[in-house]
């Protein structure tokens, strides 16, 4: 998983395929908490893994702007805390639907590959 | 309309985007500076940790559609470039893809709106002529009906659902101090209501205008009140003094509106109307039928036989011995057979000349992407997806489209308006209204573009379909090319010639038997002659007397005019020669019927158009004055009814005279004069007896001038005209011009269009030939760089390679030459009846069109011989 640096390199399409499906996952799952900030995203993703993921800008803000385009997220200036203007990410009702799709289709994957790792 | 705001307001999105990453940046070096970092360091840190902002940045650009459109106008410019870098490429796809396009939109819409769809009128296909024909006689027949005859085939209704008669009448327009002579047709009730088609203004001919007390009125066609009367509407409702009839104008007819292709219409009970002038008092009607759904145009005519063997009992003299009935469709009647046929020829020419040029760009292309395919093949490994590759070639081939289509157009509609004003009058139907057909063009530049985008896919199908490497390392490079496909461009190419020396054949025909025609011996001079009709009003001159008072007056006053060196009275316009008529020679007896053209004409006749005289005198004025029962006859007349006897003093008998309004009850003449031949029967004809008779014996028959000028005759009309009106100013003087262009008009201008036809299509072939021979010539040597390099490595000198190029060039030239002759032999033989002077077998024009193909073919390889012969042997070969 720490290759996820390296998502957008070439010569890997079937990895960064799957790769970029869990970046787009897990930025829709902390969107999902509260209305954010794109820094305050990557800090807390890098937070809750325990700095396992460094999620570089250069993965997260396209991945940001393909999400909004496709109408998942949506955006909108306010000020932060210390009174600065930020843009402010939030999730849409398809965006929620995608967020328990692929969650859902994670799980399942995630058991599967356990199982074998276990039992094989 | 957030998407029109997000396309407009892209620098806004651009601004946003800097600073949502420029906070990103700040949070972060807070951050370092918040974990104990220094300020400096903290600041480089994070701007380390960035990265290369320009292509994230780029990367998030590239997930809003909007600004994809930046990567389609960078694709446009490329693709734009890449043209102009190959400009010769460029320029002869642009033109050969127009020159197919714009030619055959032109020519088909000519056919369209010539052949299938001429008429406004509704539902025109149903609409049928009727004609009699005379079977001793191939061409002898009469598409005119007495009235009796009229009616009778319109309560015919179980073949016809109506029908609607026409009868011409020359009207004259007192306009208070001149007179106007304008194209009249008396129209039966119903005629506006069976053609349905509404007036432009005003309104149409009403069943209450035929009432026996109704007030005189008209209606006038469109263009005559465009051209006349200045479009202006206030006309409608005015009075016109017609025939010396007051009527008034009631209505503008649509545009299209032409029946007779007359100038007005007007109401009139048939047993009211007398015809001004016609040869015997006999009234002919135009008739036009609606036949009904499921009837075919034979069974028709079938059906009227009856009538018209009951017919030919009541009117004997209308009939000849044998005859039949012929209906036919009303879009066949008005437009000549020949032109059809033409048209229908040149339609068949002009899509072969579409598919060959849409050949020649398909050629033009391929070669092209065999000469790139390295070049994509690079592209491909330097990483750009085949999706970016077909984007860029489809931006090339749009901007090809594009450009092929702007110029075909503008061919097209050059090409419309440039046949639309060389087809000479009386060849199409007058409500033909030639325009570009949209549909036509839709359809070429679709089939143009679709060539386009087809081929110009092919460099980057090659590049995916082969593996690069492959590519990459060979390329053409097979000793002659790759043998696929190599046929199919061969037999393009054989083809294209074919088809050109067919049309140069025809075209060659055509111009030699044009200059043939203009060098047919009239026999008679038609330069420094002006002429015109002059309709003498019915109620005032009835008798050859009051005809006289007209004329003698007249022609006196024009001969004293300086300039003027002769005026002549004259009853036909030469070289078409009078009226027909039974002929009787005295002392002569002959079991088959005699026939002679005879004019009636004033003594300066013979010196006005220079028709020497062989034996005997010409007329004097007192025979003319006096009327006098003397007759001059021409050479033919006099071989063939005299044989070896002297005419001088013998009598002819012109039966024809007995039957005019204004009869010559004892119609024998005295020969006083043997004249030469004269063209009588228009240029192509034979010559056909004819004789010469005073004006003045009858009143009746069409009336006209003849007048011999010292100098250009234009300047004379106003004073021609003046002297007219001077003499009474109730004549209307018709179409008066010069007699050189009334023989241009009715002999030289259909085929004139004709040579202009073919001759544009010869040049269009010739065009498309060299375009095509180089294109595939530039293609095979193109392909065959490397092994003419190597050729010239191993000892080759220039002249071989060049002689292999022209040689490959010169074989196919040689197939398609002698293909094309073979089907222009063929060909001359449908063509022969439009010729003139000339055999179609003709060797010189055989040669010449084989040579000149020949010499364009050879011309064409050429360029691509000589590139060839360039090729550095080094170059070639470090191609590897």
């Known amino acids: 998983m720490a290759q996820a640096k390296g998502a957008q390199e070439k010569g890997a399409p079937e990895k960064a395929e799957f790769l970029k499906g869990t970046l787009d996952m897990l930025i829709l799952k902390v969107v999902a908490a509260a209305p954010i900030h794109g820094y305050a995203i990557s800090q807390r993703i890098q937070q809750i893994s325990k700095d396992f993921f460094q999620l570089p800008q250069g993965s997260l803000y396209p991945a940001l702007h393909r999400l909004e385009e496709r109408g998942w997220l949506e955006a909108e200036w306010n000020d932060t805390a210390t009174g600065r203007e930020a843009k402010f990410y939030r999730l849409t009702r398809t965006g929620r639907k995608q967020l328990e799709a692929e969650m859902l289709h994670w799980e399942r994957l995630s058991d599967a590959v356990a199982l074998i790792l276990r039992t094989a | ?880």
């Open chain 2, 1 to 880: 309309m957030k998407w029109l705001r997000r396309f407009t307001q892209r620098a806004l999105s651009e601004k946003r985007l800097d600073s949502e990453l420029q906070f990103h940046l700040e949070q972060q070096i807070a951050g370092y500076i918040e974990s104990g970092m220094p300020p400096e360091e903290a600041r480089r840190h994070a701007r380390l940790e960035f990265g290369g902002v320009e292509r994230f940045k780029e990367e998030c650009r590239q997930t809003h559609w909007e600004n994809q459109w930046d990567s389609v106008g960078r694709d446009f410019r490329f693709a734009f470039n890449c043209l102009r870098k190959d400009r010769l490429f460029a320029r002869i796809a642009i033109f050969a893809l127009a020159l197919g396009m714009g030619a055959s939109t032109a020519i088909f819409s000519v056919v369209d709106n010539a052949i299938f769809e001429p008429f406004a009128y509704k539902d025109s296909s149903q609409l049928v002529t009727i004609r009699l024909r005379d079977l001793d006689q191939a061409n002898d027949w009469r598409g005119v009906f007495l009235f009796d005859e009229f009616q009778e085939m319109k309560r015919h209704t179980h073949v016809f659902e109506n029908a609607v008669a026409n009868l011409q009448e020359d009207v004259v327009y007192d306009a208070g101090d001149n007179s106007m002579l304008l194209a009249g047709n008396y129209v039966t009730q119903g005629t506006f209501e069976f053609y349905g088609m509404a007036p432009f203004l005003g309104r149409s001919l009403e069943p209450g205008d035929y009432e026996a007390d109704a007030a005189p009125v008209f209606v006038m066609r469109y263009r005559t009140w465009v051209e006349k009367f200045g479009a202006d509407p206030s006309w409608i409702g005015k009075r016109f003094k017609l025939n010396g009839i007051s009527r008034t104008l009631v209505g503008i007819e649509a545009p299209r509106f032409a029946w007779g292709g007359a100038q007005l219409w007007m109401p009139k009970q048939p047993a009211e109307v007398r015809i001004t002038r016609s040869f015997d008092g006999v009234q002919y009607w135009g008739v036009v039928a609606r036949i009904r759904p499921g009837v075919s145009p034979k069974q028709a005519a079938a059906d009227l036989e009856p009538i018209a063997q009951h017919f030919s009992k009541v009117y004997p003299k209308e009939y000849p011995t044998h005859f039949s009935m012929e209906v036919d469709s009303f879009a066949h009647a008005v437009l000549p057979r020949e032109f059809r046929m033409a048209l229908f020829t040149f339609s068949a020419a002009v899509g072969l000349l579409l598919l060959i040029g849409c050949a020649n760009v398909a050629n033009l292309l391929l070669a092209r992407a065999t000469t790139r395919e390295k070049e994509f093949a690079l592209r491909a490994a330097l990483g750009a997806t085949r999706f970016r590759m077909v984007r860029q070639l489809l931006a090339e081939s749009f901007l090809l489209a594009l450009a092929g289509a702007i110029l075909g157009v503008f061919f097209a509609w050059a090409g419309v308006r440039t046949i639309a004003a060389v087809i000479p009058d009386f060849t199409i139907a007058s409500e033909t209204v030639i325009q570009m057909n949209a549909s036509v063009l839709i359809f070429a530049l679709v089939a143009g573009a679709c060539t386009v985008f087809l081929f110009g896919l092919v460099p980057a199908l090659k590049v995916s379909r082969w593996s690069l490497d492959e590519s990459l390392r060979d390329n053409g490079k097979g000793l002659t090319g790759s043998a696929r496909g190599a046929g199919l461009r061969n037999a393009v190419v054989i083809a294209e010639v074919a088809l050109s020396v067919a049309l140069l054949f025809t075209a060659s025909m055509f111009v030699r038997s044009f200059v043939a025609l203009q060098r047919v011996p009239l026999g008679l001079r038609t330069d420094h002659v002006l002429t015109a009709r002059l309709p003498l009003p019915p109620d005032r001159y009835k008798t050859g007397a009051q005809v006289r008072s007209f004329f003698q007056p007249l022609l006196a006053r024009l001969k004293s005019i300086p300039g003027i060196a002769y005026a002549a009275e004259s009853s036909s316009i030469p070289p078409y020669g009078g009226i027909r008529s039974q002929v009787e020679v005295s002392g002569r007896a002959h079991s088959e019927k005699w026939f002679t053209l005879f004019q009636l004409c004033s003594e300066d006749y013979l010196s006005v158009l220079r028709i020497p005289i062989l034996e005997g005198r010409a007329f004097t004025e007192t025979e003319v004055n006096h009327a006098l029962k003397v007759a001059l006859i021409n050479h033919t007349f006099q071989r063939r009814y005299f044989g070896n006897g002297d005419p001088l003093g013998q009598r002819i008998r012109l039966s024809g005279l007995k039957d005019f309004p204004d009869a010559v009850n004892d119609p024998w003449f005295e020969v006083i004069g043997v004249v030469a031949d004269a063209r009588n029967r228009g240029l192509t004809e034979p010559i056909e007896p004819e004789a010469w008779i005073p004006f003045t014996v009858t009143g009746s028959a069409a009336r006209g001038i003849l007048v011999r000028t010292v100098n250009d005759p234009t300047p004379m009309f106003k004073t021609v005209a003046g002297e007219i009106w001077a003499t009474d100013p109730g004549v209307a003087m018709a179409e008066p011009n010069t007699l050189d262009y009334f023989l241009d008009l009715f002999t030289f201008a259909q085929p004139r269009f004709g040579l202009w036809i073919v001759g544009m299509f010869g040049g269009l072939g010739l065009l498309l030939v060299t375009i095509g021979v180089y294109s595939v010539m530039a293609y095979t040597t193109a392909r065959r760089t490397h092994e003419l390099g190597l050729r010239m490595a191993l000892g080759a000198a220039a002249r071989d390679v060049m002689n292999m190029v022209l040689g490959h060039g010169l074989r196919l030239l040689t197939f398609g030459i002698l293909i094309g002759l073979a089907a222009s032999l063929v060909l001359a033989r449908v063509i022969a009846n439009q010729l003139y002077g000339v055999s179609p077998y003709d060797p010189l024009t055989i040669g010449g069109v084989a040579a000149v193909l020949l010499l364009i073919g050879l011309a064409a390889c050429w360029v691509p011989a000589r590139r060839a012969t360039r090729v550095d042997p080094m170059a070639a070969l470090r191609y590897e």
